[in-house]
């Protein structure tokens, strides 16, 4: 026979597990038998369930040289997958102006402007740190 004890709401329940059989325990708490009847197994996961907010993606703080002249730097270190664009396109803001890999993940580096590309100081392949200027429009 087990015996348990429980809290709840300021009261004491003392519960005596007299019989388990398949569907049925018979128990006791505080002096009264009840026959409880068990719907199924409660299966408890023994990996904890790992929530994570949401980040938003680093934003390349652009720097302006000439009046309408913006940089993109790089927001973190790591090495440029792809290219997207090349000298003389037109651009939007928000369009995708590069793939980098940092941290065995690939990101969109993403123009902040509008725009034409003046210059691209990277290529596919290269090997960037943090703040090193990728791409120069105007």
Do not use: C, W
């Amino acid at each position: 026979m087990k015996n348990y004890k429980f809290k709840i709401r300021g009261n004491q329940y003392f519960v005596d597990i007299v019989n388990v059989e398949k569907d049925t325990i018979e128990l006791e708490v505080n002096g009264t038998k009840y026959n409880v009847e068990i719907e199924h197994d409660i299966n408890q996961s023994k990996t904890p369930t790992i929530v994570r907010r949401k980040v938003a993606p680093p934003k390349s703080q652009p720097n302006t040289i000439a009046s309408k002249l913006s940089v993109i730097n790089a927001p973190l270190p790591g090495s440029i997958f792809k290219l997207n664009v090349k000298e003389g396109d037109i651009i939007e803001k928000g369009d995708v102006l590069l793939i980098m890999e940092a941290m065995k993940m690939e990101n969109n580096i993403l123009s902040e402007t509008s725009g034409v590309v003046k210059k691209i100081h990277i290529s596919e392949g290269d090997t960037v740190l943090q703040n090193d200027k990728l791409i120069e429009i105007g």
